[in-house]
């Protein structure tokens, strides 16, 4: 199994999942037939930003996505008009002036689904780490910016 592969697996569990701990995701890594080392899931989880953070009096590992916020969210959100692509890449059509920080967002998502981003004025253009993950990557997009 690849990085890019476990990593995704990793937030799909996260998200999917209250997990309290590194031995809990381990564990339930395990169990959808990923095996990994202890050492190995520590540098994902570092690499991914993921924290445990306390919530209603439980701890829980927390991905960027859940950290970033909703009304940061909601705000950049509000600043994407629509999302395109092609065969080889993503776009995204922003108001004016407000390209360089959707594509700023973009970035602290940290998302194993995007290689890279530039930002113009009104246009951010994404780079998926592979063509095969567009789909995949304009989903992502749609569930954590847009309001399309």
Request: aromatic letters at 2%; proline letters at 3%.
């Amino acid at each position: 199994m690849n990085k890019r592969a476990r990593q995704l697996k990793i937030r799909d569990i996260l998200q999917q999942n209250s997990v309290g701990n590194q031995h809990d995701l381990l564990q339930l890594l395990g169990d959808s037939g990923m095996k990994v080392a202890q050492a190995t899931l520590s540098r994902d989880c570092a690499e991914l930003g993921i924290i445990r953070s306390k919530t209603d009096g439980n701890y829980r590992l927390r991905s960027p996505d859940d950290n970033a916020g909703s009304i940061i969210q909601g705000l950049v959100g509000i600043e994407v008009l629509a999302v395109n692509s092609n065969e080889t890449v993503v776009i995204i059509k922003t108001l004016p002036g407000r390209a360089h920080g959707v594509g700023s967002y973009l970035d602290q998502l940290r998302s194993p689904l995007i290689l890279g981003t530039i930002a113009g004025d009104d246009t951010v253009l994404l780079i998926p780490t592979s063509v095969e993950n567009i789909p995949a990557l304009k989903s992502y997009i749609h569930k954590n910016l847009s309001k399309n």
